[in-house]
C-alpha cells in the first residue's frame, strides 16, 4: 500500500498483528468485506445529499482497510 498505516503505531494494532495466521485470515476477510460494504454505503448517501453519512461511512471503509491490511502481515520479530 502507498501510505504509512497508522494503526500499527499503536500497541493495540500490533497485537493484531501477532494474532495466529488462521485467525487474522479470518478477521481480515471479515475487515475486507466491510470495507465494500461500508463503501457502498457511502456512494448511496452521496448520491442522497446525505454529507455527514457519507463521511461516516467513509471512515468506517478507512478503518476496515487499515485493520485488514495490519492483518495481512505478521508482526516483524
Excluded: C
Excluded at 470495507?35 to 448517501?45: F, G, K, M, P
Excluded at 463521511?55 to 502481515?73: D, E, G, P
Amino acid at each position: 500500500m502507498g501510505y504509512k498505516n497508522p494503526l500499527l503505531n499503536l500497541s493495540a494494532g500490533q497485537a493484531l498483528r501477532r494474532l495466529p495466521k488462521a485467525d487474522r485470515a479470518r478477521i481480515e476477510a471479515v475487515m475486507r468485506e466491510l470495507r465494500a460494504q461500508a463503501n457502498e454505503q457511502a456512494e448511496t448517501a452521496h448520491r442522497r445529499r446525505k454529507g455527514p453519512m457519507y463521511a461516516y461511512w467513509r471512515a468506517v471503509a478507512t478503518y476496515a482497510r487499515h485493520i485488514a491490511h495490519a492483518l495481512s502481515k505478521e508482526l516483524p520479530e
